[in-house]
């Protein structure tokens, strides 16, 4: 990593940064990207388990694919959590995740763009702070 | 891609699910095969949408519409209507609540404005282990504009103005403090991060260390610069081993990139961040006696003044801020004190996160405007209590708070609101209580916490808080009296007064407030001897009903210490002074001939 020396510099990151969150691959934008929630809590349901499932199985099922972890979704009653986005779709949120599940979301929802029960839905807003 | 062209999704949130949402479910899909649309229609089972007073909900997407309460004989008419016909069906709207107009777009129904996520705006959405991603999320700009474009009196105004109040609980103005801090002269200071996080049912601040640990780091930079401080310590409990991870790995990506250390952003001011690890008192969670925790000695509070700001850590001035009082910052610097100030209500401006837990169906993290209702968090964020139970109270503010009861269920949640009610703020806290709690188990539930966290320095604590614990004993023991309830009165206000730190001061807090709100309870348990809720189990008595018991020898089977006595297929007898009152006869019993007197 380089140092970021003045107020340019970091703007200048992250006007790049800001090119894809997901710019952890050169490409992301016809990749699945998969973010679990990865608190204690997460981790404590089985969230570490769900990830590797989704890291390899994805790969193994020849879907390009981001699979990153995240901090706590809120969402305690429902873990482990995991958020799927499609290219050029809303993100969806699943919740109860175990493996059977994670699963049936590679070939149901990944596949051929089926839900799966255990969605969660999105009810809150977030303040955005590009101003 | 997909070969559905619209998804039908129906709630399946605990509350909507016993309102039928599989009888709807099965409706739809019924429908759907009879038109033939199997094939481009989905029908699925979601979680609860978190509106459930208007429950059950169905949402058609793509075209984003909301359908709220919704009867199992509506699933023709969405199908027919909306489905094949591309008609709204207008009366399961919802009806704006002003101009009685049915809105179906959900962005426009002010219940999904309800939760709104300023503290948690990056948690659960970047990945807390790379820094380029909160960079990306607008992250270290608030610093960058701090460092360049304002004065540290420019800062801590802004800070003032926001009217943003310290989230660790006590609700002291977070700009006021720093302009403290920062009037005291010294050629060294220290910014402090209080991550003591103690009360039980509390995650807030875990969450946000293990969700959005730059957002903390970044708003402690800002603090420095503020009050003249180079230095900053956070002080994390040891019981947290993952966040103390992800900010080991954040200050370490901070510093890479030249955001932590000498010369930040090419701007000469100097700051770095070190971690400092708690053994998990929950008295070390008071600013003072952190602060001796930090410098090696014993976790004890002292009197205040000289306050931290004048002489803290190593007696230098010394500037202690919460978690989500930090996480806060960063976006009232980049959207104005203005924006802050305009969320919230009269004195108690912003957001507050909560943790939900105990009875109630959403057990989550959840963050609100300051001025929503308690009913709104309980019942349509939190989906209602569980098992169908009745409500009966929510204690908020942990052990230092107080319980409140359903006649408070629609005050809006503020600082001052929560004290006039008896309780505080906290930390955030709220733990929910439904009929089958008993209010004086609770009381010393609580009370046993303290009583275990007691630092022992002053003896209306040390010695006041085991006498109330020993009183409510006896009391759910059966062997309390009507005096009793005057004593346990006296005894927690003298323990309130005369204690010498927050923690004393407050541990009679739900003590106080479950005998105002739950008293006839109290007196059950002295006068009549009896626990109404069914939890103290020496007020409890098993009994046969000779009218249901048909004599099939399972509960005699199954009692672990053969108190049951009877032959087959005669009435069974529980011996009181043999039984231990364990309930398995009662599970066991098929004819529901076992009940409590």
């Known amino acids: 990593m380089s140092k970021i020396n003045s107020i340019a510099d970091l703007k200048k990151k992250r006007d790049e940064l800001q090119g894809g969150l997901g710019s952890r691959v050169n490409d992301t934008s016809n990749a699945v990207h998969v973010k679990v929630a990865m608190a204690t809590c997460g981790i404590a349901s089985g969230a570490k388990n769900v990830m590797e499932f989704f890291s390899e199985q994805l790969e193994r099922r020849n879907i390009a694919a981001v699979v990153t972890q995240t901090g706590c979704m809120g969402y305690c009653y429902a873990e482990p959590t995991i958020e799927v986005k499609l290219p050029g779709q809303d993100p969806v949120v699943f919740g109860f995740v175990d493996l059977k599940r994670a699963d049936q979301i590679i070939e149901k929802y990944v596949k051929t763009g089926e839900l799966v029960d255990g969605i969660i839905p999105v009810n809150y807003q977030t303040i955005d702070l590009n101003v | ?597």
């Not at chain 2, 109290?522 to 009994?543: N, W």
């Open chain 2, 1 to 597: 891609m997909s070969k559905y062209s619209t998804h039908l999704l129906v709630c399946g949130g605990t509350s909507c699910h016993s309102s039928e949402s599989d009888a709807i479910v099965c409706n739809l899909r019924d429908e759907l095969e009879a038109k033939g649309l199997m094939d481009s229609v989905q029908v699925i089972l979601t979680g609860c949408f978190g509106f459930c007073e208007k429950g059950p909900i169905v949402k058609v997407m793509p075209d984003n519409t909301v359908y709220v309460q919704v009867k199992p004989e509506d699933a023709q008419a969405i199908v027919e209507e909306h489905i094949i016909k591309g008609r709204k069906v207008t009366r399961l709207l919802l009806k704006d609540p002003v101009s009685k107009e049915p809105v179906s777009d959900p962005n426009k129904m002010d219940f999904f404005k309800k939760q709104l996520r300023i503290v948690l705006r990056n948690c659960g959405f970047i990945n807390p282990e790379n820094i380029d991603e909160y960079i990306a999320r607008e992250g270290y700009k608030a610093l960058g504009k701090v460092l360049t474009e304002m004065t540290s009196e420019q800062v801590i105004k802004e800070v003032k103005d926001s009217g943003q109040r310290g989230r660790g609980g006590a609700g002291f103005s977070t700009g006021l403090k720093w302009e403290l801090a920062r009037k005291n002269q010294s050629d060294e200071k220290y910014v402090v991060c209080n991550a003591d996080e103690g009360d039980p049912g509390a995650f807030m601040d875990r969450s946000v260390l293990e969700g959005d640990p730059h957002s903390v780091l970044e708003a402690m930079v800002i603090c420095g610069y503020s009050i003249g401080a180079s230095n900053g310590l956070i002080y994390i409990r040891a019981e947290y081993p993952l966040a103390i991870e992800r900010l080991k790995i954040a200050i370490k990506q901070a510093r890479e990139y030249g955001l932590l250390g000498k010369n930040i952003l090419g701007t000469g001011f100097n700051f770095d961040i070190t971690l400092r690890y708690g053994a998990g008192a929950f008295v070390c969670g008071e600013e003072t006696a952190l602060i001796h925790s930090m410098e090696g000695l014993r976790g004890e509070p002292t009197v205040k003044p000289p306050f931290p700001a004048e002489s803290g850590y190593r007696n230098h001035p010394t500037n202690v801020n919460n978690v989500e009082t930090f996480a806060a910052i960063p976006a009232i610097i980049l959207k104005g004190a203005k924006w802050f100030s305009s969320i919230g209500t009269g004195k108690s401006k912003g957001t507050k996160v909560f943790a939900l837990a105990g009875k109630i169906n959403n057990v989550g993290l959840i963050e609100v405007p300051m001025g929503t209702t308690l009913r709104e968090v309980i019942f349509e964020i939190g989906g209602g209590i569980r098992n169908g139970k009745k409500f009966k109270g929510i204690q908020t503010g942990g052990p230092s708070g107080g319980c409140l009861s359903e006649k408070h269920l629609d005050i809006p949640i503020d600082f001052d609101n929560l004290i006039a009610a008896g309780s505080i703020m906290g930390s955030g806290a709220m733990i929910i209580l439904d009929e089958d709690d008993c209010m004086v188990s609770m009381a010393k539930f609580f009370l046993q916490f303290t009583v275990e966290e007691s630092c022992g320095k002053c003896a209306p604590c040390r010695i006041g808080n085991k006498r109330l614990h020993e009183l409510l004993g006896q009391i759910c023991e059966g062997k309390g009296s009507i005096e009793d309830l005057d004593r346990l009165r006296n005894m927690s206000v003298v323990i309130k007064d005369t204690a010498l730190c927050g923690l004393g001061q407050t541990s009679p807090n739900p003590v106080l407030s479950m005998m105002d709100n739950y008293y006839d309870e109290y007196v059950a348990h002295v006068k009549d001897k009896k626990c109404p809720a069914g939890q103290c189990k020496s007020l409890m008595e098993y009994v046969v009903n000779p009218e249901n018991c048909v004599g099939c020898t399972a509960c005699a089977r199954v009692c672990p210490v053969n108190a049951i006595s009877g032959e087959r297929k005669e009435v069974h007898h529980i011996d009181p002074s043999i039984c231990i009152k364990c309930g398995a006869c009662m599970e066991k019993c098929k004819f529901d001939a076992i009940f409590i007197r």
